[in-house]
């Protein structure tokens, strides 16, 4: 894997005149990159210590509108600065953008310069830090799915998001011959984003026409989050460069698979995987069953986080792959979660309910937090569900509506002792302005429906 970028090494490649941009960037609560472009002098003498944003860009929806009623910020408050101090560990080439690196900020108080802890990194941070006091290491890792369509954003935004083509025409589900149709998307984006230090291990096609899927090696938790966000940036990027629409939206057509962005998991200790016991059944430890017995019970406590918007539980639909029942099964993909790397060291938990729409540092971070209660409970695990899942009527369900998840989240005692009411009451209120803004709309659906008929 190439080195990430250091200071030194920045001011070589500037003096060189390979470097002239620096994106300095935050994780917004949808998981974008937002943030500012420097020109590389600037950067060096000052922008890399620290450079200043608006409150309002964690306190946005999907369509950047400024909804009333945060506590963070309002109009009354004045909608004033953060401090974004970029994370210099994560400085690195962008090499799908002609002379341009980039960095990773964590979002600060601008009078107090401690953490703002509704930004998504702090966060992810504050359970890192939980399991760090547990003598523990968080190891994650994520899938993302998405879709490729034969037009660019801008095209099929001004045709009004109608005719939406994918790229490919069946199922491409690891089909070589479909998918070298499309390496010349592909191809670019998995050699880029290795070039700027994410470790790709594969892409591969998905079970839809049009659908692809991209494999980054396993990190620490943190480490995983930051990969995850880059490379979504980097396929948005890198598809419309090459004429294409690469759309992460989970459920884009009624009848069609959607996407999910699972997320493993697993705990280690001085380097070694504690989830692992030769002398235990399938090779769990009982500090790995009472992790899992955590993340069952509080699943619809954090279901949010794996599922943010209206659209994300248009995708829970049986025989689709997607999840619809809190169970836990061994390599079995009708379930919610699914015990992956039975009898070796590579035993993980899989969660699959959430979506490709989630941000990785809150998906993350919740499921750490159901975890480690369920291990700081000493929670014991039930045995695994065997069959199709999703026929079994006696397990309970996903939850399936923003709604049931906002209830779930407003809720949760154990996220508000874990995350702080701040958090919960934060994230509450955006579940609330997506199911206010979706309320007030009105569907094709409702129209084709009724115009006539009603």
Partial sequence: MPESLTLKSLRKAADAGEIDTVLVC???????????????????????????????????????????????????????????????????????????????????????????PHSPRAILKAQIARAQAMGLTAMMATELEFFLFDRTFDEIRKGGFRDL???SGYNEDYHIFQTGKEEHVMRPIRNHLVAAGVPVENTKGEAEAGQAELNIRYAEALETADNHTIAKHAIKEIAHQQGHAASFLPKWHADRVGSAAHVHQSLWKDGTPVFFDVDKPRGMSDLMGSYVAGLLKYSAD???????????????????????????????????????????????????????????????????????????????????????????????????TLRAATDALRGSSMLRAQMGDWVVDHYTHAAEVEQESFDRAVTDWEIARGFEGA
């Fill in 26 to 116: 935050l994780v917004d609560m949808q998981g974008r990159l937002m943030g500012k472009r420097f020109h590389v002098s600037n950067f060096l003498e000052s922008a890399h210590e620290e450079t200043h944003c608006c409150s309002y860009l964690l306190a946005t929806d999907l369509v950047m509108n400024t909804p009333e009623g945060y506590q963070a910020t309002s109009w009354e408050q004045g909608y004033g600065d953060y401090v974004m101090k970029p994370d210099l560990s994560t400085l690195r080439p962008v090499p799908w953008m002609a002379g341009t690196a980039m960095v990773l900020c964590d979002v600060l108080d601008h009078h107090t310069h401690e953490p703002v």
């Fill in 165 to 167: 083509v994918p790229f």
């Fill in 302 to 400: 954090v279901t949010f986080f794996l599922a943010p918007y209206v659209n994300s539980y248009k995708r829970f639909v049986p025989g689709t792959f997607a999840p619809t029942k809190v169970a836990w099964s061994v390599d079995n993909r009708t379930a919610g979660y699914r015990l992956v790397g039975e009898g070796t060291k590579g035993v993980r938990i899989e969660c699959r309910i959430g979506g490709s729409d989630l941000n990785p540092y809150l998906a993350c971070a919740a499921q750490l937090a159901a975890g480690l209660t369920g291990i700081e409970e000493g929670l014991s695990l039930a045995d695994p569900v065997d069959g199709d899942v999703y026929s079994m009527t006696d397990v309970p369900a996903v939850p399936h």
